[in-house]
């Protein structure tokens, strides 16, 4: 091998050693605030609810009137009209729900209202959205919520639906840490952005 070959590959270690170390690194501080947070904030003390299929809001509903403390976030859901008709027929004020448009796909439906949620001191919120969808919603929040110190206890919808496949799971979790290290989401780089559910 030669000096320059020998150069490279030692550099190649080098790196793919920093690399694993800081993601460790990363992870343990994300799990570490979650831990605590859960600890401090045992119950939750808000409702997010994930857009895109029309079974969450109802699903969001029944829980907000189970729970008539809570404010209820949803995010790019149901329109208006629709999303308002599902929480009265619960019963549940429409001063609880806060309808959010901002958010085009899973991450951005975290990265859009981590901000509020923390503006409104919540450290610990039910995180609603459909079976098929929360395995990678959990991924996303483990790292956009987590790193904000926001635990969350998941709900799940049933649907008919067939569970996502991995790939989409690390795409997300690579835009998570992009956010978290950029404050970009990289959704505006995408010439075909995914669908609402996807």
Known sequence: MSK???LIQRWAVFSAIALGTVSVTLTLFVKFRLIITAYQTSKPQAILVLGGA?????????LA?????LNIWVSSGLLPPQANE???T????????KLDYRATDTVTNFTTLVNKLQANDIRH???????FHMQ?????AFWVLGSRG???????????????PYHKIWRDVGRSLLWIVTGRTGSSLDPNPPSRST
């Open 4 to 6: 320059r070959g020998g």
């Open 54 to 62: 029309h079974e969450r809001e109802p699903a969001a509903a029944q």
């Open 65 to 69: 009137a189970q729970n008539p403390q």
């Open 86 to 88: 599902i929480f009265l």
């Open 90 to 97: 619960q019963n549940v004020s429409l001063t609880r729900v």
């Open 125 to 131: 919120i039910y995180l609603v959205t459909s079976d």
């Open 136 to 140: 990678r919603s959990k991924a996303i």
């Open 150 to 164: 926001i635990a969350y206890t998941p709900v799940t919808v049933p649907s008919n639906q067939a569970p996502e």
